[in-house]
């Protein structure tokens, strides 16, 4: 796997990447660190035109100890690199990744935090990586432990596993092994597959069951590197003015299409799942409504 750009974790966190009118937006919760000592998390910001941006943030345990003070710490380097980021509740921020953003990622590094979760509206699949080799026991000594689960709209499935239970063998591919034997048998009533893949699982997901979220929980309490996921956004879909059904041409098959996305923006996105709302957005203000009939006419009419 490319460290460098599969990867999307966090330090007990809840994170929600998802495709809008205006690009992606990432929604983020964070919980407190256990590290004892300063350590970095690092943002990674991949595009659909190959370019990337990384942005290391610094999470000290005492003056970041809360999570409202984590989150604001990683909106302030967020914010510091030219990334269009806010903080929402406590524990929570925003990244406006914009409509180029193709995946966002953040590898934990040693801030050693049991549970994180990513999840986006219709993702088209996330991972969850444990590389390299984990030191058996947490901070303060007790067996370390390590999460997996899936987020869908049915629900959260989350299983733990301790290093006791491995027997201490906390290399990667033990514990991915141990946690898809726990967690893959269940996954399919939460509208996911689970696929083991040495160090990391592999999070596929029913579109019928994750179009309002789906995602990946990971986590561990070792200090030791190397617990990342990861969420790939789902490509936006292309703007084709008229064409309210999507079938490649403008007439009158398109009215329908069109009343319905000026009732119900959702009614339509159910009913058209192909297709982009923003096809009856004449003029160009972000919605489809009666203001656009018009020039929705008109162009029917040529």
């Given at each position: ?195 083991y893949a040495g160090d990391r699982l592999e999070v596929y997901f029913d579109p019928a069951y994750s179009i309002t979220m789906g995602g990946i929980v990971f986590g561990t309490t070792s200090l030791s590197p190397g617990a990342e996921g990861m969420v790939v956004i789902r490509p936006p879909i292309p703007i084709t003015p008229d064409d309210m059904n999507c079938d490649g ?54």
């Amino acid at each position: 796997m490319n460290r460098s750009f599969t990867s999307v974790a966090v330090g007990s966190l809840i994170a929600l990447i998802g495709s809008t009118a205006n690009g992606a937006v990432v929604k983020v919760r964070v919980s407190a660190p256990t590290c004892n000592a300063p350590q970095v998390l690092t943002v990674r910001l991949l595009n659909h035109n190959g370019s990337s941006q990384v942005v290391p943030v610094v999470i000290d345990p005492v003056a970041h100890a809360s999570p409202a003070a984590k989150a604001a710490a990683v909106v302030a380097a967020l914010q510091n690199a030219g990334v269009s980021a806010q903080p929402l509740g406590v524990g929570e921020f925003q990244i406006d990744g914009g409509p180029n953003l193709k995946e966002a990622s953040l590898e934990v590094g040693s801030t050693g935090e049991q549970s994180d979760v990513i999840k986006s509206p219709e993702p088209t699949r996330s991972t969850a990586a444990f590389q390299g080799a984990f030191e058996p026991c947490d901070p303060v000594g007790q067996p370390a432990i390590f999460t997996a689960g899936i987020v869908t709209d049915i629900g959260e499935l989350t299983v733990r596993i301790s290093a006791q239970e491995l027997n201490f063998q906390t290399e990667g591919p033990v514990i991915c092994q141990a946690l898809f034997q726990r967690l893959a048998p269940r996954a399919p009533q939460y509208g996911a597959q689970i696929n083991y893949a040495g160090d990391r699982l592999e999070v596929y997901f029913d579109p019928a069951y994750s179009i309002t979220m789906g995602g990946i929980v990971f986590g561990t309490t070792s200090l030791s590197p190397g617990a990342e996921g990861m969420v790939v956004i789902r490509p936006p879909i292309p703007i084709t003015p008229d064409d309210m059904n999507c079938d490649g041409l403008v007439n009158g098959l398109d009215v329908d299409g069109f009343i319905l996305a000026i009732l119900s923006r959702n009614a339509y996105e159910a009913k058209y799942p192909g297709c982009n709302y923003l096809n009856g957005d004449m003029n160009s203000n972000g919605e489809v409504t009666v203001e656009d009939t018009d020039a929705f006419v008109a162009r029917l009419a040529q």
